[in-house]
């Protein structure tokens, strides 16, 4: 392959070097995306809960617990709790409704989410995820605590609210604006390319040029002196 050939290979390839770079470092970073709050009666539902560890470094283990106050009460009862990767549910009202949903395989928990099993209206209220990590230094344990509080309303229809609506349509809009970037920063360094390419061949092509006059000149010098 010339070298034109490799500099415009180099160009196509570093658009999807750039994006597995970017997968790779989401895939290992911890976001806290906050729960979704409106539930379907009859059908599943996540729980979102995400306490993201300070410092990634360091090795830690952490329980969680989750609490639920139904609508209308003041006080909260313990519906779960997981620790050591075994769960635990810890109200009648959820007996065989809660599937652990979070961080997997691991005592380094971050992602606490929970599934609810068959929805129904007694589930609207609050809902409280607490963590209790320990963080492990050299010399020392640190303890922290974290909540995360998620209200929930139950409803009869799935509904889409205006923000959600216009969030989509922000999403779509700024993936077809990276696409239409990437596509003219393509083809002006394409273009660029080219026009090095034929600066490239015009200079060869002058070079070549002066060459051979010199070399009649020289031939003629040579015929004279003879």
Known sequence: ??????????????????????????KAACAEVDSDTQAVAGQGFKLGCISCKQRGEVEATARVSWYFRPKGEHSYIH???YEEEVP???????EDRLDWNGSKNTADIQDASIYILNVTFNDSGTYRCFFNRILFYPFYEFQTTATKVVHLS???KATRGV???????????SIIGLQLWLLVEMIYCYKKIAAAGDEALR???EEYLAI???SKDNCAGVQEAE
């Open 1 to 26: 392959m010339s070298p034109l050939g490799m500099s415009a290979l180099r160009l196509l390839l570093i658009p999807a070097l750039l994006c597995a770079l970017y997968a790779s470092m989401c």
């Open 79 to 81: 519906i779960y709790s």
């Open 88 to 94: 635990s549910i810890m109200n009648e009202q959820f």
């Open 154 to 156: 139950v409803v009869a």
């Open 163 to 173: 923000a959600s609506i216009i969030s989509e349509v922000m999403m779509y809009v």
């Open 203 to 205: 200079q060869s092509a």
């Open 212 to 214: 051979a006059s010199e």
